[in-house]
């Protein structure tokens, strides 16, 4: 899943201030925006992420000076002029985030962002950022201000990696420990003889994942004390832990849940079935007596690892079990020990692979303020933006800098298909959807994609190698999440009133993809069930008559004075909002843009709003 910036303060003191702040509610909506007023700094300075501040530089820095601490732990510091015109980062500019959110919001205001950091200065990588955004933890966190001096004086470093990582350009790989300025390795102790560098930084993959058998009420230290033993004995360090994996019956036991939420470790949970598939496991008649699986600790760190081979087998401490693997991608995975899994997440952010992702937004109406935080997120996240022209001019401000793909209202197919090409190569893709993805939109369309794209891959085997795969290129490196959006009807009964607040159906009549006779007969059965109707699509240029013939098969049904709600562009500009009757209908404009409603037997009008009730009169009239 993708994660946002979703605790935020915004601060100001005049009403410029005030009108500034509004504005960048529309780029962050959920933050809280507060007077400045210094006795609520020391609060909220540990409750938010990032603080803005509309105000002079000094007025910030006296207000923060006693509460700053590291830059692991202090909140990113951003400060604006009241006109906007120079967005400031002030304090944790790589890790915290600052630097990206004056950028960000420099772009957003179109006005310049003012960074300070030797390295953003020297165009330079950042090493501890460089660091966090490849998941590598930083050990000794007091080299890293001596190794980021280095890189700005040599404008270059040398790394020792033993995990395949793109580096930047400044950085060289070296084989020998010895020469390295940054040392990328799980192993806790490297055997490093003769003199060597002066200052290495240790950088922690996360790629261990600890699988793990116990008995009930085992303690959080217990399960901490064991694991980190048995990575000690194995020189191991605890700070590369991916995961932990044991069998489901367990994931639930209170020291393993206490355990995770301490260090933000997800749990892979796994049924006994899904334990005992895996082949070359030492069996325990124990263990089977108590759970229904032969083994716990290795399968699980097999399955959740996608490895066949242990980087630890099973050892025993105490109550605990412990085994480890070495996680792999999807790629490199046989398909043989691909298992359904169910995860239990502590961390908002779930590590899938390397393969690439699609996010399926749906924008809603489009303006900024109706679109969810989690679909922006997910937008300003991906690498390559993919959509209809005119849904993408909406949404502007979200997509400066992006690789962008737009085409035209005919060519779904073509955006789908170049969406799943990117991220089968490995990027992460944002397939805009106006209203919600899920209704007349595009998420059907991926799926359908996708699924053709499997039925050839496994046709293409068995013609190669007799037998079907069920594991294929596509289905195994993408990532896919449906974020849902405002849809048409939402919108357009909110501008009504409550018009949809009982059963109703939804009928594009459209006749590109579904056959007219199909929609004479949904038209047909939804006005005789007494449903209220939504018409989409309801008149374009080629399709002039549609609407007049839906109209009357509806009237077979419907008194003339049923009411009607007619709305285009709804929550857009040029947005019209009409409530009328069936009668009078086709005496309005309506085209592809406007959606229609039409009430059922009991949908009145009252002070210009359409309601249908669902029944409650009978409950606040006893």
């Known amino acids: 899943m993708v994660t946002g910036n979703s605790d935020s303060a915004i601060f100001y003191i005049t009403a410029k201030g005030k009108a500034l702040s509004q504005k960048l509610k529309a780029l962050y909506p959920d933050a809280k925006v507060s007077k400045f007023q210094s006795e609520l700094i020391p609060d909220i300075w540990n409750e938010s992420k990032t603080l803005i501040f509309i105000m002079a530089t000094g ?60 390295s953003d200065v020297n165009n330079l990588p950042a090493v501890d950022l460089w660091a966090k955004e490849n998941n590598l933890i930083i050990e000794n966190w007091d080299t890293v201000p001596l190794v980021s001096t280095r890189l700005l004086n040599k404008g270059a470093l040398n790394v020792y990696t033993e995990t395949d990582l793109s580096l930047p350009d400044e950085f060289s790989k070296v084989a020998d420990p010895k020469t390295a300025d940054i040392l990328i390795t799980r192993k806790e102790r490297l055997n490093i003889c003769g003199c060597r560098i002066k200052g290495q930084l240790y950088l922690r993959p996360k790629n261990l994942v600890i699988g793990m058998g116990f008995n009930s009420r085992t303690t959080a230290g217990e399960i901490e004390d064991s694991i980190k033993k048995v990575l000690h004995q194995n020189n191991l360090s605890f ?70 081979k242990l ?91 992006k690789e962008i793909i737009s085409t035209g209202m005919t060519q779904e197919i073509e955006r789908c298909k170049k969406a799943v090409e990117l991220a089968g190569s490995g990027k992460t893709v944002a397939v805009i959807s106006g209203g919600d993805p899920g209704i007349y939109a595009m998420a059907g369309l991926v799926f359908e994609i996708l699924k053709n794209r499997n039925e050839l891959c496994v046709m293409s085997d068995e013609i190669k190698d007799k037998k079907t795969s069920p594991i294929t290129d596509y289905l195994s490196r993408i990532h896919i999440e449906v974020i849902p959006g405002i849809s048409a009807l939402n919108a357009c009964a909110a501008r009504l009133g409550a018009p949809l607040m009982h059963d109703f159906a939804s009928i594009s009549l459209s006749d590109r993809l579904t056959p007219w006779k199909i929609i004479e007969k949904r038209l047909a059965a939804a006005s005789a069930a007494d449903f209220v109707i939504v018409l989409y699509n309801p008149k374009s240029k080629g399709r002039v008559e549609h609407i007049n013939k839906a109209v009357a098969i509806i009237q077979r049904y419907r008194k003339f004075n049923t009411p009607v709600g007619i709305v285009k562009s709804a929550m857009r500009e040029g947005e019209k909002v009409i409530i009328t009757d069936l009668k009078n209908l086709l005496n309005h404009e309506i085209d592809m843009q406007t959606t229609i409603i039409i009430g059922n037997s009991q949908t009145f009008v009252w002070n210009n709003r359409m309601v249908t009730p669902r029944g409650y009169d009978a409950k606040y009239k006893t």
């Open 59 to 118: 007025i910030v820095v006296r207000t923060i000076a006693p509460f700053i601490k590291d830059k692991k732990t202090d909140p990113a510091v951003v400060v604006l002029d009241e006109d906007g015109k120079f967005v400031i980062s002030l304090l944790s500019g790589h890790i915290g985030g600052a630097n990206a959110v004056a950028k960000e919001i420099a772009g957003f205001l179109n006005t310049e962002a003012v960074i300070t950091t030797a």
């Open 239 to 308: 700070l590369s832990i991916h995961s932990l994996a044991t069998i489901d019956r367990k994931a639930g036991e209170k020291g393993l849940v206490a355990f995770a939420r301490k260090y933000g470790f997800a749990i892979n949970a796994f049924s006994p079935g899904e334990l005992n598939s895996v082949k070359g496991i030492t069996k325990s008649e124990a263990v089977f007596k108590a759970t229904g699986a032969h083994a716990v600790a290795e399968p699980s760190a097999l399955l959740a690892s996608k490895t066949v």
């Open 311 to 401: 980087l630890v087998p099973k050892q025993k401490v105490g109550n605990v079990t412990v085994a480890v693997a070495n996680i792999k991608t999807r790629e490199s995975c046989p398909s043989s020990v691909i298992r359904k899994k169910n995860e239990i997440h502590y961390k908002t952010v779930t590590d899938y692979g390397h393969g690439g992702r699609i996010y399926i937004v749906g924008t809603g109406p489009g303006n900024i303020e109706h679109i969810t935080p989690y679909a922006r997120t997910a937008i300003k996240t991906a690498d390559v933006i993919v959509g209809y022209n005119t849904y993408l001019d909406l949404i502007t401000e979200l997509t400066k800098g």
